[in-house]
């Protein structure tokens, strides 16, 4: 319990100085946000509660894949807030398209012969 109430705290910490960061410089807030810090950690986590190599890879490639039907997101929001939409349903429209890109992905990725 006590392990993963402190990685939940490094977690945490590394998302409060992210918006921290961004307050004061928002494109080097983006940039320290874009880094793979949390997937970073994710992967040590892993490795060390189960270092098996063949895990790993899975859990890498999968991350890799799930990454792409994200990235629209940071594409539709800025549009959405510069034609004077609301943040909130902003975010849930961003939110929503990554979800149906999700649903897309696991649809599609298994007939090109990705699983994940």
């Known amino acids: 319990m006590l392990a993963l109430l402190a990685k939940a705290l490094l977690a945490g910490g590394i998302v409060a100085i992210i918006s921290i960061v961004a307050q004061r410089q928002p494109t080097m807030g983006a940039l320290v946000a874009s880094l793979p810090l949390v997937s970073i950690l994710g992967m040590i986590f892993l490795w060390m509660a189960k270092p098996d190599a ?62 994940f």
């Open 54 to 115: 063949a895990n790993m890879a899975v859990h890498m490639q999968a991350t890799f894949w799930y990454v792409i039907p994200s990235l629209p997101m940071f594409l539709l929001m800025p549009w959405m807030l510069r034609q004077d939409f609301a943040f909130w349903p902003t975010l849930v429209a961003g939110c929503a398209l990554t979800v149906i890109l999700y649903t897309l992905l696991g649809w599609i990725a298994p007939r090109f012969g990705i699983s």
